[in-house]
C-alpha cells in the first residue's frame, strides 16, 4: 500500500520508519514503535554510560590534583613556585595554539622556538627579581657559589635585557617575504600573552616567600567564591548579572560575597596558628622547618575600635567624619567611643581579599568567556582530565594575583630593610666597598660584645693592607 506523502511524513516524525520503499504493512506497524523504543533506549544509556565515564574522569582528576597541590604545599616554597612555573607554562601553550596557522608555520620554521624563547626570557627576568632575596641568602652561604654567581647577582637585570634583544634581533632576521603580516601578529600576540597571563601570575611567587598564606589563602577565596556564587545562583538565581556568562546571576554574585567573606574570616584565623604558613621563607630551602624569630603583629590577636578607622582615611576624609561624630548625641558618642572587636589583624586583610575576589576577581572569568566567544571555542585546551584546560581554571586567578602582591607591599609588607635586602644592596658593591663594610660592620659587632675583640682586630688589620688609606681610617 502506498502511503501519501503528508501521512509519510508525520510518521517520520513520530519515530516511525518504513520498511520497504513506499508499503508498509501491518507487522511494520507493531514492530515500528518498537523498534523506535530500543533505539531510544539505546541511546538514552549511551549518553548516561558517557556521563558517568566524564563524571569518573573528572572525579579522579580532581583527587589527583588535590593530593599533589598538598604534597606541594607540605614540601615548601620552592617546589610551589616550580608548580607555579609549570601552571604558567601550560597556560601560555593553550593560548599560544589558539592563533596557530599549522599552514603558515611550516613556511617560517622555528618561529614556535621563538615564542618559548620570549617566554623563558620573561621567567629568567621576573623569577630572578621576586626571589633574588632570598637567592643571595642561599648563594652567599658558601664561598664557591658566592664567587661562581655573585656577577649573575649583580647583572641580573642586563642580562635579561640581553637576551630579550637577541630574541628581537633573531625575530627581524627570520622575517620573510609574504610572511610578514603573519609574523608580527604572531609577535604581538606572544607578548599579549605574556603581558596578561604570565607578568600577572608571576606576582604569586613573591607572595609564597612572605609566608605561604598570601599565596594559599587569595588563591583558596577564588575558588570559594566559585562555589559560594554557584550554589547561590542555583538555589536563588533569577536575575541575569552579564551577558557574556548567561548562567551568572545577580542572586550568585551576592551570595558568592557573603559565603566568600564568611568563609575569609574563619580561613584566615586557622591558617595564622601554624608557622609553616605565616613565617616569611628567607632562603631557598626544601622541606625545612620554618621558625619565625618573630611572629608578624598581624598574626596576633588586638582590639581595635571604631575610632580606629579614621586613622587610616585620608585627611579630609577622617576630618569630615569628626565633624559629623561631634554633632550626634553624646550617648550615641560613647557608644561609638566604647564599640571595639577584638581579632586577629590579618582576618581583616582577608575580609578586604574576600571583597576582591568576590567583586573583581569575576571579571578575570567574564574576560575569558568573551575570549573563548571570539574564537568560538568551549575550552582553552585539554590540560586537566574532565575540567578543560588549564587556563579555564585559573582565569580569575590571575587577577587576584596581581591584587594580593599590591595590597600586601602596600598595607602588610614590613618596611624596615632585611638581611635579603641588605646582602642584595651589598653585592652590588665592589670587592673593596664590600670589604670597608664588612670591616665596619665587625667594629659594630665587636661593640655589641656579638663578636669577639681579637677576630675583629684580624679583620680590621687585614682591611687595612688592603685598602686605600682613605677608606681604612
Same mark, same amino acid.
Given at each position: 500500500?502506498?502511503?501519501?506523502?503528508?501521512?509519510?511524513?508525520?510518521?517520520?516524525?513520530?519515530?516511525?520508519?518504513?520498511?520497504? =520503499?513506499?508499503?508498509?504493512?501491518?507487522?511494520?506497524?507493531?514492530?515500528?514503535?518498537?523498534?523506535?523504543?530500543?533505539?531510544?533506549?539505546?541511546?538514552?544509556?549511551?549518553?548516561?554510560?558517557?556521563?558517568?565515564?566524564?563524571?569518573?574522569?573528572?572525579?579522579?582528576?580532581?583527587?589527583?590534583?588535590?593530593?599533589?597541590?598538598?604534597?606541594?604545599?607540605?614540601?615548601?616554597?620552592?617546589?610551589?613556585?616550580?608548580?607555579?612555573?609549570?601552571?604558567? %607554562?601550560?597556560?601560555?601553550?593553550?593560548?599560544?595554539?589558539?592563533?596557530?596557522?599549522?599552514?603558515?608555520?611550516?613556511?617560517?620554521?622555528? %618561529?614556535?622556538?621563538?615564542?618559548?624563547?620570549?617566554?623563558?626570557?620573561?621567567?629568567?627576568?621576573?623569577?630572578?627579581?621576586?626571589?633574588?632575596?632570598?637567592?643571595?641568602?642561599?648563594? $652567599?652561604?658558601?664561598?664557591?657559589?658566592? @664567587?661562581?654567581?655573585?656577577?649573575?647577582?649583580?647583572?641580573?637585570?642586563?642580562?635579561?635585557?640581553?637576551?630579550?634583544?637577541?630574541? %628581537?634581533?633573531?625575530?627581524?632576521? $627570520?622575517?620573510?617575504?609574504?610572511?610578514?603580516?603573519?609574523?608580527?601578529?604572531?609577535? @604581538?600576540?606572544?607578548?599579549?600573552?605574556?603581558?596578561?597571563?604570565?607578568?600577572?601570575?608571576?606576582?604569586? *611567587?613573591?607572595?609564597?616567600?612572605?609566608?605561604?598564606?598570601?599565596?594559599?589563602?587569595?588563591?583558596?577565596?577564588?575558588?570559594?567564591?566559585?562555589?559560594?556564587?554557584?550554589?547561590?545562583? %542555583?538555589?536563588?538565581?533569577?536575575?541575569?548579572?552579564?551577558?557574556? =556568562?548567561?548562567?551568572?546571576?545577580?542572586?550568585?554574585?551576592?551570595?558568592?560575597?557573603?559565603?566568600?567573606?564568611?568563609?575569609?574570616?574563619?580561613?584566615?584565623?586557622?591558617?595564622?596558628?601554624?608557622?609553616?604558613?605565616?613565617?616569611?621563607?628567607?632562603?631557598?630551602?626544601?622541606?625545612?622547618?620554618?621558625?619565625?624569630?618573630?611572629?608578624? =603583629?598581624?598574626?596576633?590577636?588586638?582590639?581595635?575600635?571604631?575610632?580606629?578607622?579614621?586613622?587610616?582615611?585620608?585627611?579630609?576624609? =577622617?576630618?569630615?567624619?569628626?565633624?559629623?561624630?561631634?554633632?550626634?548625641?553624646?550617648?550615641?558618642?560613647?557608644?561609638?567611643?566604647?564599640?571595639?572587636?577584638?581579632?586577629?589583624?590579618?582576618?581583616?586583610?582577608?575580609?578586604?581579599?574576600?571583597?576582591?575576589?568576590?567583586?573583581?576577581?569575576?571579571?578575570?572569568?567574564?574576560?575569558?568567556?568573551?575570549?573563548?566567544?571570539?574564537?568560538?571555542?568551549?575550552?582553552?585546551?585539554?590540560?586537566?582530565?574532565?575540567?578543560?584546560?588549564?587556563?579555564?581554571?585559573?582565569?580569575?586567578?590571575?587577577?587576584?594575583?596581581?591584587? &594580593?602582591?599590591?595590597?600586601? $607591599? &602596600?598595607?602588610?609588607?614590613?618596611?624596615?630593610?632585611?638581611?635579603?635586602? *641588605?646582602?642584595?644592596?651589598?653585592?652590588?658593591?665592589?670587592?673593596?666597598?664590600?670589604?670597608?663594610?664588612?670591616?665596619?660592620?665587625?667594629?659594630?659587632?665587636?661593640?655589641?660584645?656579638?663578636?669577639?675583640?681579637?677576630?675583629?682586630? $684580624?679583620?680590621?688589620?687585614?682591611?687595612?693592607?688592603?685598602?686605600?688609606?682613605?677608606?681604612?681610617?
Amino acid at each position: 500500500m502506498q502511503l501519501p506523502k503528508a501521512l509519510t511524513i508525520r510518521l517520520r516524525r513520530r519515530g516511525w520508519r518504513r520498511l520497504s =520503499s513506499g508499503s508498509m504493512n501491518g507487522s511494520a506497524d507493531t514492530a515500528s514503535p518498537k523498534l523506535s523504543r530500543r533505539t531510544s533506549n539505546a541511546g538514552a544509556a549511551a549518553e548516561a554510560e558517557n556521563r558517568f565515564k566524564s563524571f569518573r574522569v573528572r572525579t579522579i582528576s580532581t583527587i589527583v590534583l588535590i593530593g599533589t597541590f598538598i604534597g606541594i604545599i607540605a614540601a615548601g616554597h620552592v617546589p610551589l613556585m616550580f608548580m607555579i612555573l609549570g601552571i604558567q %607554562f601550560l597556560m601560555v601553550r593553550e593560548v599560544f595554539a589558539l592563533a596557530r596557522v599549522r599552514q603558515q608555520e611550516k613556511k617560517v620554521p622555528g %618561529f614556535r622556538a621563538q615564542q618559548w624563547y620570549f617566554f623563558f626570557v620573561a621567567a629568567f627576568y621576573l623569577y630572578i627579581r621576586f626571589i633574588k632575596k632570598n637567592l643571595t641568602i642561599e648563594l $652567599t652561604s658558601s664561598a664557591r657559589t658566592a @664567587a661562581m654567581f655573585g656577577w649573575l647577582l649583580r647583572h641580573h637585570t642586563i642580562m635579561s635585557f640581553s637576551l630579550y634583544t637577541a630574541g %628581537f634581533v633573531l625575530f627581524v632576521l $627570520t622575517l620573510k617575504k609574504g610572511m610578514y603580516t603573519y609574523q608580527f601578529g604572531q609577535y @604581538a600576540w606572544t607578548h599579549m600573552i605574556l603581558m596578561t597571563i604570565f607578568f600577572p601570575s608571576s606576582f604569586f *611567587v613573591s607572595n609564597i616567600f612572605e609566608g605561604l598564606i598570601w599565596f594559599l589563602l587569595p588563591a583558596a577565596l577564588v575558588i570559594i567564591n566559585d562555589i559560594a556564587a554557584y550554589l547561590a545562583g %542555583f538555589f536563588f538565581g533569577r536575575t541575569p548579572l552579564i551577558q557574556l =556568562s548567561p548562567k551568572k546571576t545577580w542572586e550568585g554574585f551576592v551570595g558568592g560575597l557573603i559565603g566568600t567573606t564568611v568563609a575569609s574570616w574563619y580561613m584566615a584565623g586557622f591558617l595564622s596558628r601554624f608557622d609553616w604558613f605565616v613565617c616569611p621563607r628567607t632562603d631557598l630551602s626544601i622541606i625545612q622547618p620554618l621558625d619565625c624569630a618573630a611572629t608578624p =603583629s598581624i598574626y596576633s590577636p588586638q582590639t581595635f575600635y571604631l575610632t580606629d578607622i579614621l586613622t587610616l582615611l585620608p585627611a579630609e576624609a =577622617s576630618d569630615a567624619l569628626m565633624t559629623l561624630f561631634d554633632r550626634l548625641d553624646p550617648g550615641w558618642q560613647a557608644l561609638a567611643r566604647g564599640a571595639s572587636l577584638t581579632c586577629l589583624p590579618m582576618q581583616l586583610h582577608a575580609v578586604v581579599l574576600a571583597t576582591f575576589a568576590s567583586l573583581i576577581a569575576p571579571f578575570g572569568g567574564f574576560f575569558a568567556s568573551g575570549f573563548k566567544r571570539g574564537f568560538k571555542i568551549k575550552d582553552f585546551g585539554d590540560s586537566i582530565p574532565g575540567h578543560g584546560g588549564m587556563t579555564d581554571r585559573m582565569d580569575c586567578q590571575v587577577v587576584m594575583a596581581v591584587f &594580593s602582591y599590591v595590597y600586601f $607591599t &602596600s598595607y602588610v609588607a614590613p618596611t624596615g630593610p632585611s638581611v635579603g635586602s *641588605v646582602l642584595s644592596a651589598a653585592v652590588r658593591l665592589t670587592p673593596l666597598e664590600q670589604l670597608d663594610l664588612f670591616s665596619r660592620m665587625a667594629n659594630v659587632l665587636v661593640g655589641a660584645k656579638v663578636l669577639p675583640s681579637a677576630i675583629g682586630e $684580624t679583620i680590621a688589620t687585614h682591611a687595612r693592607r688592603r685598602l686605600p688609606p682613605a677608606q681604612s681610617t
